[in-house]
């Protein structure tokens, strides 16, 4: 078993991303092992990139978006019939920094034990810290950072996953990502899934990407993006809970408290709404073996 990656890149409408992602990426890794993952694009991006590079660079295609966890579900499964000891999820909206791979493949094989391993996030001009990618940083390495001596790999309970190596083991062993999940907190239903069998989830500071949707997301949120954000907030709220997926639904009214302003609390009855239909699946999802296989052709675990 190999230590170079397969990478996976789920993507939708990535013109204006890829060829910058691409350029920085296979210098580092052979083209072979990549697989573009696209999610129903109108733009003919994904078509561009095999005309620019050619047959080695493997694509799976999507006739609609299905949402990031499916899309990288579908590399996943491409991916473990490889090699390799690790799979790198890539948002497409990102540039590789120049040895950032072998730097994250390095931390991460330093402990048998780490299932996820993130790249440290810049934004993307490169002039700071990613502002979402921040929020998880441990006070650990900003103390370590004051002193001038960061460590190599610090341990977190999360991190999102714009940019992340995944060991085979334990993609084997828990599965991928919920496809449940359109987009957004698909990686923190992953986290808490590692930590609560054993695995380590591992930030490499020296294995930097700079990304750019982190600032999108702070500085303007539309209503896609709140639609799914709440919709993924509910969904995990009714796959963590311990009790049934009944009662989970109905303490899930808790949002809807005059404690959030009315637009929140519209949005929290819109997805409370969504996910009724959805409360077969979620209770099938909760019961679940934490190895679990993916369909291409449903895309459901």
């Not at 210098?27 to 561009?48: A, F, H, M, T, Y």
């Not at 493997?58 to 991916?79: H, P, S």
């Not at 996030?121 to 990618?133: A, R, T």
Request: net charge neutral.
């Amino acid at each position: 078993m190999t230590s170079q990656p397969i990478v996976v890149i789920p993507t939708y409408n990535g013109a204006a991303y890829l060829p910058a992602l691409l350029e920085s990426l296979h210098p580092q890794v052979p083209l072979e092992r990549v697989i573009l993952v696209d999610n129903g694009s109108s733009d003919g991006s994904v078509q561009k990139m095999k005309e620019k590079y050619g047959p080695s660079l493997t694509t799976l295609i999507c006739n609609e978006n299905r949402g990031f966890g499916y899309a990288c579900n579908l590399g996943i499964q491409k991916a473990l019939t490889s090699d390799s000891r690790w799979i790198l999820i890539l948002n497409q909206d990102l540039i590789i920094d120049p040895d950032a791979v072998a730097l994250a493949l390095e931390a991460a094989e330093s402990s048998p034990a780490t299932g996820l391993l993130a790249f440290f996030q810049l934004s993307y001009p490169g002039d700071g810290i990613d502002p979402v990618f921040r929020a998880y940083l441990p006070p650990s390495y900003w103390d370590d950072l004051l002193l001038g001596k960061p460590l190599p790999v610090y341990s977190v309970p999360f991190v999102p996953a714009a940019a992340i190596l995944l060991q085979t083991d334990c993609l084997r062993e828990l599965g991928g990502f919920d496809p449940l999940y359109f987009m957004y907190l698909e990686d923190r239903d992953l986290c808490h899934r590692l930590i609560t069998h054993g695995w380590k989830i591992s930030i490499a500071p020296a294995a930097r990407v700079r990304h750019d949707c982190g600032q999108i997301r702070v500085n303007r949120r539309s209503l896609g993006w709140n639609l799914n954000w709440y919709r993924s907030r509910m969904i995990y709220h009714l796959k963590s809970s311990p009790r049934s997926p009944v009662v989970a639904f109905l303490t899930g009214l808790k949002y809807l408290l005059p404690r959030w302003s009315p637009t929140e609390s519209l949005y929290w009855l819109i997805a409370w709404l969504r996910c009724l239909p959805l409360l077969p699946q979620i209770a099938v999802h909760r019961q679940l073996p934490p190895a679990v296989a993916v369909n291409p052709e449903e895309g459901k675990l």
